[in-house]
């Protein structure tokens, strides 16, 4: 599979005949396996995806029935996916294929069910060609917390692909596969984007279904994408959108289609400045790419003003109360008893939930955990977790007074580019650190981009930079249209790391 290729091409290819879903099946799986060394991928379906891929070519050839035919998005009777491979994050359900979340507790786990998102994707004609690695239970920056082992960045080995969502990012920026499911609580499909040099969506919350997706944090879990281009993306996210009755937080209104939007200008487009996302801590050369890539959108015809987001400098202490609040809540299931690790010598129920949960989850899981359980508790409810509650309030109005003076807000997606393995395992608040642009917009609840706007020195090369560019409740299409008009305006989602293949 030449590594320039995107959704769009291999579409085109499948219908004109110049390939079979099931021959780009075993490219892909092939490419995979070339690239072990990435860690990449936990588990490879390969037999579900040949049969997967086999069904799709009936359909492209013309002689596929039924209403699989169809795509969700009403693109005709091929789904605007069929024989496409693509990957989930493994934090997804996945009927068939063990959903492992990254973690020893789910290691063996297989699903008896799709989760929406998956379905969604099937329904388009999509072939799950397997399951990324992640961050342990989608806690992490730099996919380092994995039970199978860390990730590795295709543009340096010895730096993080970021995290969770890091071999979804990974696997598509070495361009393994055209496009990736990931999640994002606070910047883990957008951090992982910007070190990958790729293109990732956190659509807003509630607009893509969470059943069948292993939660995190409830509040702020939602399901996006990893692809090459934005017009992959408006792709990927027209087929997994949508109502979904079996999720009480799925919104019940019909989304605008994103690949409509591709086409629109960025004339007259106003974009909104935070003071407080070029401040201190921002590395010198990621802010000259960032700054850089708003001078495109400036000349093609984008208006730059300053906005105010006084709140967002507490969204990482707000952040890491609520989401460990609400994962010691989401995680008490793992206790050994009903699925999943359980320890193989114990004394008693209590010692079996104990030694359970001991072995089953890694340390940065175990923080979370306790500091959850803490900021729970009788006596700090009220002193930690009511205020952050409170704070998360205010970070909500301050995007939407900031919205009143510009149609998208823009800046850094990640404060560095990708730093070295190892360099932040010892200091979880510096590793916490990364998320310091993207986890204020978890808390609002809104729709974000992470675009690739630069390559910097850094580590034995050149690393990429992303562009983040945030909208307002439910205005995927409007950041994928700007998003798509900055990709006709460069070529920086066409570099790919050293090494890879070109057409």
């Known amino acids: ?23 780009l099946c075993r490219e892909t799986i092939g490419r995979i396996r070339a690239r072990a060394d990435l860690n990449a991928f936990i588990t490879i379906a390969e037999d579900a995806a040949l049969a997967e891929a086999g069904r799709a070519d009936a359909l492209l050839s013309g002689q596929g029935e039924g209403d699989g035919a169809r795509n969700r998005a009403g693109d005709g009777a091929l789904g605007a996916l069929t024989g496409i491979p693509i990957a989930h994050k493994d934090i997804f359900s996945t009927f068939g294929v063990r ?65 969770s969502s890091g071999g979804s990012a990974a696997a598509v920026a070495a361009r393994l596969l055209p ?93 909104g400045l935070p003071a407080e996302f070029f401040g201190g801590g921002l590395d010198s050369a990621v802010a000259a790419s960032v700054q850089a890539a708003l001078a495109e959108l400036e000349k093609a015809g984008a208006r730059l003003v300053d906005v105010a987001l006084p709140s967002s400098e507490n969204s990482i202490p707000c952040y890491y109360i609520i989401a460990p609040a609400e994962a010691s809540s989401n995680l008490s299931r793992f206790d050994g008893v009903r699925y999943g690790f359980r320890a193989g010598e114990f004394d008693g ?31 700090y409810y009220d002193a930690y977790y009511m205020k952050a509650l409170k704070l998360r309030r205010l970070i909500a109005d301050d995007f939407a007074r900031a919205f009143e003076r510009c149609d998208v807000i823009a ?60 909208g307002p409740y439910m205005a995927e299409a409007k950041l994928l249209g700007v998003g798509h008009q900055f990709q006709q305006l460069t070529d920086w989602h066409e570099r790919a790391p050293p090494g890879v293949g070109g057409e």
Request: aromatic share 6%; net charge negative.
């Open 1 to 23: 599979m030449p590594a320039a290729r995107t959704i769009a091409g291999l579409a085109a290819m499948l219908r004109s005949g110049e390939t079979s879903s099931r021959d």
């Open 99 to 163: 959903t492992t979340c990254g973690s020893r507790m789910l290691a063996e786990y297989i699903p008896a069910f799709d989760a929406t998102v998956v379905a969604n994707l099937k329904a388009a004609g999509a072939v799950t060609i397997g399951k990324t690695n992640m961050d342990e239970f989608a806690m992490g920056s730099s996919n380092e917390n994995s039970f199978f082992g860390a990730v590795a960045n295709p543009w340096d080995a010895a730096t993080v692909p970021g995290g």
């Open 179 to 271: 496009a990736a499911t990931g999640t994002d609580t606070g910047g883990s499909i957008r951090q992982p984007a910007a070190f990958c040099g790729i293109t990732g969506l956190k659509p807003s919350y509630g607009r893509v279904s969470r059943h069948g997706m292993v939660a995190f944090a409830s509040s702020l879990d939602q399901a996006g994408t990893l692809t090459v281009t934005c017009e992959d993306a408006a792709t990927m996210l027209d087929a997994m959108a949508g109502f979904d009755p079996r999720d009480s937080t799925s919104v019940d209104a019909p989304p605008p289609r994103a690949a409509d939007s591709l086409g629109q200008t960025v004339a007259g487009l106003t974009i």
């Open 349 to 379: 129920l209590t010692e079996m939930y104990e030694k359970t949960r001991a072995e089953g989850f890694g340390a940065e899981v175990k923080r979370r955990i306790m500091v959850g359980a803490y900021v729970l508790s009788a006596g």
């Open 411 to 470: 800046g850094p997606t990640t404060p560095t580019c990708a730093f070295r393995r190892g360099a932040k395992m010892d200091d979880p608040v510096a590793m916490y650190l990364n998320d310091i642009y993207t986890s204020s917009v978890n808390l609002a609840g809104l729709p974000a981009l992470s675009i690739p706007a630069g390559l910097v020195s850094g580590g034995e090369g050149e690393l990429p930079v992303g562009l983040h560019l945030i």
